[in-house]
């Protein structure tokens, strides 16, 4: 859940009426931060112009552009007039929040897990079962007694 879903939940029930306010806050939100970052990204290009002399120098600018779209396509959104909506649009409203938030949370991971793969060594098989039978089983064991406790006492 955001921001946004958040503050309206807590100011009182969202009715499907509120569905055209809550899709019209998303996606000046969503404007607002790609605007931030696309400009973070073009203040790094600025700051690393010719550094590497190479296919590297030209990713800030390509990661900026890519942001700088995803604004665009957020304010060319806003023309369609979200906030007439109504109650009859609340459902596709749902379904494209839903869908929006799945996509995020796949692309973050994808992220996640690509970052980690390119910054950490490389492990051996002998390593990797070690971990896996060490550390992560008797974890993963211990959130499950922990969670059946908590289920079992509420």
Request: glycine share 8%; no cysteine.
């Amino acid at each position: 859940m955001d921001l946004v879903t958040f503050l309206l939940l807590a100011a009182g029930p969202v009715s499907p009426a509120n569905a055209g306010l809550i899709l019209t806050l998303k996606l000046i939100g969503v404007a607002v931060v790609s605007l931030l970052i696309a400009m973070l990204f073009f203040r790094r290009a600025q700051k690393e112009k010719g550094k590497f002399g190479d296919a590297r120098d030209r990713e800030p600018v390509l990661g900026g552009l890519m942001w700088a779209l995803v604004a665009v396509a957020a304010l060319a959104g806003l023309v369609l007039k979200p906030w007439t909506i109504g109650p009859v649009g609340a459902d596709l409203v749902a379904s494209l929040l839903q869908i929006m938030a799945f996509v995020a949370k796949v692309v973050f991971f994808a992220w996640l897990f690509i970052w980690v793969r390119w910054t950490l060594p490389r492990f051996r098989y002998d390593q990797l079962m070690r971990l896996g039978w060490k550390v992560w089983l008797p974890l993963g064991l211990a959130n499950l007694v922990v969670t059946a406790l908590v289920m079992a006492i509420v």
